[in-house]
T-cell receptor, first 113, second 114 residues
Framework: DTEVTQTPKHLVMGMTNKKSLKCEQHMGHRAMYWYKQKAKKPPELMFVYSYEKLSINESVPSRFSPECPNSSLLNLHLHALQPEDSALYLC????????????FGQGTRLTVV | AQSVTQLGSHVSVSEGALVLLRCNYS??????LFWYVQYPNQGLQLLLKYTTGATLVKGINGFEAEFKKSETSFHLTKPSAHMSDAAEYFCAFEANQAGTALIFGKGTTLSVSS
């Protein structure tokens, strides 16, 4: 199984809602990532978890809250988002940092209304 | 600063023609370099990677890339384009250094005409 599974595929939420994005992999990878991608732009790194510990936070606003409950799961909790947060959110995993490719999920298309 | 630059935001070729997508990197430490492809409304798929060793790297779907340290380049090529190659291509870089993560170039849109 070389898949990274993201749910949901599409999400529409209001600015006062709380929602969560989920990501799961069963490749035994110990590094997991959240990226944000706007239309016609490259993915932008948000968070990196190594061995279930947050190792990189790219100055992401606190309305985005990551969580890594175990080595297979990665969540992104969303609260009080703004319309400009609408984007494709991509999860990725790799066996360890550097020297190996990252496997990407299909993404969650988020629309904030 | 460590970075990766893709030259040309849009490349158009005819079916059967050579595909050349350009990528240059800037790094003070040995780089790991990757090419990813993204089809509309999908995630990213790895085409090929360079870490160490052989500088000519072969990937999936007939693509290959050559790491040239003297030119700080990692250009992607395919001898004969196919209609199904039309997509967004990203060159990505990770420094062989603790505390770093994958950084993407701005991307190149490849169009293939019949």
């Amino acid at each position: 199984d070389t898949e990274v599974t993201q749910t949901p595929k599409h999400l529409v939420m209001g600015m006062t809602n709380k929602k969560s994005l989920k990501c799961e992999q069963h490749m035994g990878h110990r590094a997991m990532y959240w990226y944000k991608q706007k239309a016609k732009k490259p993915p932008e790194l948000m968070f990196v978890y190594s061995y279930e510990k947050l190792s990189i936070n790219e100055s992401v606003p606190s309305r985005f809250s990551p969580e890594c409950p175990n080595s297979s799961l990665l969540n992104l909790h969303l609260h009080a988002l703004q319309p400009e947060d609408s984007a494709l959110y991509l999860c990725a995993s790799s066996s360890y940092r550097g020297n190996t490719e990252a496997f990407f999920g299909q993404g969650t298309r988020l629309t904030v209304v | 600063a460590q970075s990766v630059t893709q030259l040309g935001s849009h490349v158009s070729v005819s079916e059967g023609a050579l595909v050349l997508l350009r990528c240059n990197y800037s790094s003070s430490v040995p780089p790991y370099l990757f090419w990813y492809v993204q089809y509309p409304n999908q995630g990213l798929q790895l085409l090929l990677k360079y870490t160490t060793g052989a500088t000519l790297v072969k990937g999936i779907n007939g693509f290959e890339a050559e790491f040239k340290k003297s030119e700080t380049s990692f250009h992607l090529t395919k001898p004969s384009a196919h209609m199904s190659d039309a997509a967004e291509y990203f060159c990505a870089f990770e420094a062989n250094q603790a505390g770093t993560a994958l950084i993407f170039g701005k991307g190149t849109t490849l169009s293939v005409s019949s």
